[in-house]
């Protein structure tokens, strides 16, 4: 059975068409700058096919996902029929769905409602499921995958904020918490190396740290609390966002630079975190980089967020009553030596010791702590897409 994998963003559609069946990535690529002029790439077996083609809209683009899978070199399947489903990241599924969907017109509706809560991506989602209904026909059973649904879990303590409880009735403002499918999969493969593949007993905290970041922690293999919130925005420093600040702060920036609400979210969304601190870059291989040539800015932005992140492991330990494991997943987390050596060496109190050798290890899986360690370490690589195969090949069996 192959399923196809979609990930639309407002000017992008990134697709992988696994075989599941070994589960294996038969062919993936990404479509950019849709709406703009179009550049296309698909990749099978390690070779990459690339041009430039128009594409106005989402639609356009499935049409060349479509074309490069079934004609041409990379060529993959003979046929559309050979799909037997299509699987969709999507963002926001507030309080109303904890865990993946077969998409009808209701959940559509739902998708759309939420919009409110995530104006970037619900919309793009939407687009996805269309241009794939376009291209596929309506009979090809879709699915939804959401990033909240694993931290539905969450109990009232955690999720509200003391704002007046009627802003949460009025508004749904709370936390949901997002990365739910990469901390579902590494919590859940973590169960498995610990030998409790059900998580009962477990206390886990899951570090997924890419250009968005946030660590969730989970019990008995649930989520009792997660750094992100109403939005992405919430956590610690990230790429480009700020993570939590004062609020009273952004009002306050907002009436010095007489900002709307909409240049104020532009400035903590986008120019703020290892960007904003550094005034290097939002990509960590250019703060790592930067502080090796003694850039003092980039130093103090990779120090603030590790402050910031053994902040949120110590909270989290005390939440979980408790500490069996910790992992590491995401671009900077399975790759990021030196960020996981500092982290696991300041949680040395809590008997946590790190194997410096295999953590070296960069993408692959590892345990990084010695084997008299109090708490086991490990780099999991996440895998989003095969989460969303996974549950689409579920719901349609
Ligand atoms: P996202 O999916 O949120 O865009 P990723 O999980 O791909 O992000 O992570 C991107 C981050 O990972 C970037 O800051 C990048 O610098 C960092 N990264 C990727 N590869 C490496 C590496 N080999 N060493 C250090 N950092 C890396």
Request: glycine share 10%; proline share 3%.
């Amino acid at each position: 059975m192959k399923i196809l994998v979609i990930n639309a963003g407002s000017s992008s559609l990134k697709y992988q068409l696994i075989d599941m069946d070994g589960e294996v990535t038969v062919a993936k690529g990404v479509c950019e700058r849709i709406g703009i002029d179009g550049f296309f790439t698909h990749k099978v077996d390690g070779k990459a096919f690339k041009k430039e083609v128009a594409m106005p809209d989402h639609t356009a683009a499935f049409e060349q996902v479509k074309l490069a899978l079934t004609e041409g070199e990379g060529k993959v399947i003979n046929d559309l029929s050979e799909v037997s489903a299509i699987g969709h990241r999507t963002v926001m599924g507030g309080s109303k769905f904890d865990r993946s969907v077969i998409i009808t017109d209701e959940v559509i509706q739902a998708i759309k409602d939420y919009a409110s809560l995530a104006p970037l991506h619900n919309p793009a989602t939407i687009k996805g499921i269309e241009a794939a209904t376009a291209a596929f026909g309506k009979d090809i059973p879709q699915v939804g995958v959401f990033d909240t649904a694993f931290h539905q879990t969450m109990p009232e303590v955690a999720y509200l904020w003391g704002l007046p409880y009627e802003y949460y009735e009025k508004y749904g403002v709370r936390r949901y918490g997002f990365h739910g499918t990469s901390h579902r999969f590494v919590s859940a493969r973590c169960c498995e190396l610990l030998g409790k593949p059900n998580g009962e007993g477990t206390r886990i905290v899951t570090c997924h740290l890419g250009n968005g970041s946030s660590l969730a922690a989970i019990k008995d293999g649930k989520v009792i609390d997660t750094t992100m919130g109403l939005t992405p925005l919430d956590g610690f420093l990230m790429g480009t966002r700020s993570g939590a600040i004062d609020p009273s702060a952004v009002t306050f920036i907002m009436e010095k630079e007489g900002f709307t609400p909409a240049q104020m979210d532009a400035v903590m969304n986008k120019k703020s975190g290892m960007l904003g601190i550094s005034g290097v870059s939002s990509d960590d291989r250019d703060i790592a980089a930067a502080m090796e040539q003694g850039n003092e800015r980039a130093k103090l932005a990779w120090d603030m967020r590790s402050y910031q992140i053994l902040k949120y492991i110590g909270a989290y330990a005390a939440a979980l009553g408790g500490l069996d494991a910790l992992v590491f997943t995401a671009g900077i987390g399975e790759n990021q030596d030196k960020l996981r050596a500092e982290l696991v060496e300041k949680l040395a109190f809590l008997g946590i010791k790190l194997d410096a050798e295999a953590n070296l290890a960069h993408g692959v899986e590892t345990e990084i702590s010695t084997p008299d360690s109090a708490v086991r370490v490990f780099v999991i690589p996440t895998n989003e897409e095969l989460v969303i195969a996974r549950d689409t090949k579920a719901l349609i069996s």
